[in-house]
């Protein structure tokens, strides 16, 4: 199938490793020119050309932490003087502070709102005059499962991601006849650093090992596997690409099967 990508540029945020990375790598093969960005220059740049060397595409590296308003117009403005213009932004930040909801402090709840909500909002406000150019834009939010269920010492993912949830269904309504479609995909039990990270913290919680922790968190899946990040960048390129026409303004979980609600 022809994603109808080829050409076209893209935005991935925080894409030196794990989700951000994998998007970057499938959005490279399908012929997708790319600025990516993170705070970690040498980790950004050493992405940059293995993805380089292996798709022979574009790529623009943005060092930067996009928790600030100026870095992100700083970005927006580099991609659009390097390509000549934006067709797909894909929010992807790093995950708010791991705490609980009866004990997390100022200090967290400030970093969270701001990584975690205020991120998707400026990316996506500053994007749109160059989206709208193009009459078919894709804004793609990369939240997570937590927008579902809670989990243990992640309050502050749900309770910041909703509030994209309900912010891109209110731009998806805003600029859907200006060819901009806008959507949210929630990654759950998919392995990445983040992921890894807060079964770590359980499995010492817990007092067990943590391939113990691993197992038991594939466990909670209907699948019975823990997903890899490409199981993830598949659905974003779909949702880059010409083909997702007819979507915008709803949220799609790639987990496994791991959140039981039936909405």
């Not at 998007?23 to 980790?43: K, P, T």
């Not at 709840?109 to 005059?129: D, G, I, N």
């Not at 997570?144 to 891109?168: D, E, K």
């Not at 805003?174 to 806008?182: A, S």
Request: aromatic share 4%; with cysteine; net charge positive.
């Amino acid at each position: 199938m022809d994603f109808e990508l080829r050409g076209k540029v893209a935005i991935v945020g925080g894409a030196s490793k794990g989700l951000g990375r994998a998007c970057a790598e499938v959005l490279a093969e399908e012929g997708m020119q790319l600025v990516i960005c993170s705070r970690n220059a040498g980790d950004l740049e050493k992405a940059a050309q293995e993805i380089r060397d292996k798709t022979k595409t574009g790529i623009l590296a943005f060092a930067g932490d996009l928790e600030q308003l100026d870095v992100i117009q700083k970005m927006i403005a580099a991609a659009v003087e390097k390509f000549g213009r934006l067709d797909v932004l894909v929010n992807n930040s790093g995950g708010p502070p791991l705490a609980k909801s009866h004990s997390a402090t100022e200090e967290q709840w400030a970093t969270a709102v701001q990584r975690s909500l205020l991120y998707f909002a400026r990316m996506s406000r500053e994007s749109l005059p160059h989206l709208k150019k193009q009459k078919s834009g894709r804004i793609i939010n990369i939240l997570a499962s937590t927008v579902y269920q809670p989990i243990a010492n992640l309050a502050l993912s749900g309770a910041t991601r909703m509030g994209v949830v309900a912010f891109a269904k209110s731009l998806a309504d805003e600029v859907g006849r200006d060819g901009i479609l806008v959507n949210n995909v929630c990654p759950g039990s998919l392995l990445s650093e983040r992921m890894l990270g807060n079964v770590k913290s359980r499995a010492k919680e817990a007092g067990m090992p943590l391939e113990q922790a691993l197992a038991e968190r594939a466990a909670e899946t209907a699948i019975g596997r823990i997903g890899e990040p490409r199981e993830l960048a598949n659905l974003v390129a779909f949702l880059a690409s010409g083909k997702s026409s007819y979507i915008t303004g709803t949220t799609i979980r790639v987990d496994g099967g791991l959140v039981r609600s039936v909405l």
